[in-house]
C-alpha cells in the first residue's frame, strides 16, 4: 500500500503562488508515475499535471506556463509550484501514483492522497 501524504494548501489572491508537496510514507517514487489532479466543487475531477517515472512532464492547456511539477530536493517528494493563481484555480488538489503506467485520467492512477484545499480569492 502506497500512501500519499499531501501538504501546501492555502488561501491567496489573484496573482499568488502556493507551493503544494506530496511525499510517501515509505517509498520511493522513482519507479512511479505522478501527476497532480484537481477537484472544484459540483465539477469532476481533472488532471492538472504529470510527471513520469523517466521525470517528463506534461500539463493540461488550462496551467500551462503557470504551474511546474519536479521531483523535490529530496527525491522521494512530488512539487507543484502553482504561479499566477486566478479564482478558477480553486479546488481540492490530489496527489495520485501508478507504478509503471503513466496516464492523464482519474482511473489511471490507484494510489491518492487525501487532498488539499487551494483557495483563490479576486
Known amino acids: 500500500q502506497v500512501e500519499l501524504l499531501e501538504s501546501g494548501g492555502g488561501s491567496v489572491q489573484t496573482g499568488g503562488s502556493l507551493t503544494l508537496s506530496c511525499a510517501p510514507a515509505?517509498?520511493?517514487?522513482?519507479?512511479?508515475?505522478m501527476a497532480w489532479f484537481r477537484q472544484a466543487p459540483g465539477k469532476e475531477r481533472e488532471g492538472v499535471a504529470f510527471?513520469?517515472?523517466?521525470?517528463?512532464?506534461s500539463y493540461t492547456d488550462a496551467v500551462k506556463g503557470r504551474f511546474t511539477v519536479s521531483r523535490g530536493n529530496a527525491k522521494n517528494i512530488l512539487v507543484l509550484q502553482m504561479d499566477n493563481l486566478t479564482p478558477e484555480d480553486t479546488a481540492t488538489y490530489y496527489c495520485a501514483a501508478e507504478i509503471n503506467h503513466c496516464g492523464t485520467e482519474t482511473w489511471e492512477y490507484g494510489y491518492w492522497g487525501q487532498g488539499t484545499q487551494v483557495t483563490v480569492s479576486s
Open positions: 510527471l513520469s517515472d523517466r521525470g517528463e512532464a
Open positions: 515509505a517509498y520511493s517514487y522513482n519507479d512511479f508515475c
